[in-house]
């Protein structure tokens, strides 16, 4: 009986674990989201976008990166972006468009997004658009 009673105490953690979700802590500051993460060592906070402005933070980021960027086909990604990215729709898409990448086109990619980046999504620029928006 006591065998049974831990084996099923097993299962029962076990399964737990399995189908259990990651609860991932966001923190508020100064009305921004983040999510606090190592990369490479280095402490970061991680900006949570919601997706609710014009423009996707971690989208411009990665542009900054050189990231080549893959985005889902949405209105705001391809005015930031220039219609100059790859774009999908669903599942299916993106696993075709990864599928057709090869080193060349990626490396472009990054630079055309890193181009779009400097000259769009500057704090200089940004801060002049506000100036001239208030004048």
Same mark, same amino acid.
């Not at 097993?10 to 989201?33: D, H």
């Not at 890193?114 to 004048?135: D, F, G, M, P």
């Given at each position: 009986?006591?065998?049974?009673?831990?084996?099923?105490?097993?299962?029962?953690?076990? /399964? /737990? &674990? *399995?189908?259990?979700?990651?609860?991932?802590?966001?923190?508020?500051? &100064?009305?921004?989201? $983040?999510?606090?993460?190592?990369? #490479?060592?280095?402490?970061?906070?991680?900006?949570?976008? $919601?997706?609710?402005?014009?423009?996707? *933070?971690?989208?411009?980021?990665?542009?900054?990166?050189?990231?080549?960027?893959?985005?889902?086909?949405?209105?705001? #990604?391809? /005015?930031?972006t220039e219609n100059n990215s790859i774009y999908f729709s669903d599942s299916e898409s993106l696993v075709q468009e990864?599928?057709?990448?090869?080193?060349? &086109?990626?490396?472009?990619?990054?630079?055309?997004?890193?181009?779009? /980046?400097?000259?769009?999504? $500057?704090?200089?620029?940004?801060? #002049?658009?506000?100036? #001239?928006?208030? &004048?």
């Amino acid at each position: 009986m006591k065998k049974k009673v831990i084996f099923s105490f097993f299962l029962f953690f076990m /399964a /737990a &674990n *399995i189908f259990s979700q990651t609860v991932i802590i966001m923190n508020k500051e &100064n009305g921004v989201y $983040t999510v606090p993460c190592k990369i #490479n060592g280095l402490s970061l906070k991680f900006i949570f976008d $919601t997706g609710a402005s014009d423009v996707s *933070i971690s989208l411009t980021e990665a542009m900054f990166l050189k990231l080549p960027v893959i985005c889902f086909d949405v209105n705001t #990604n391809r /005015a930031s972006t220039e219609n100059n990215s790859i774009y999908f729709s669903d599942s299916e898409s993106l696993v075709q468009e990864l599928r057709s990448l090869d080193k060349d &086109n990626i490396e472009k990619l990054g630079e055309r997004m890193y181009e779009i /980046a400097q000259r769009r999504y $500057t704090w200089e620029r940004i801060v #002049n658009l506000y100036k #001239n928006s208030i &004048n």
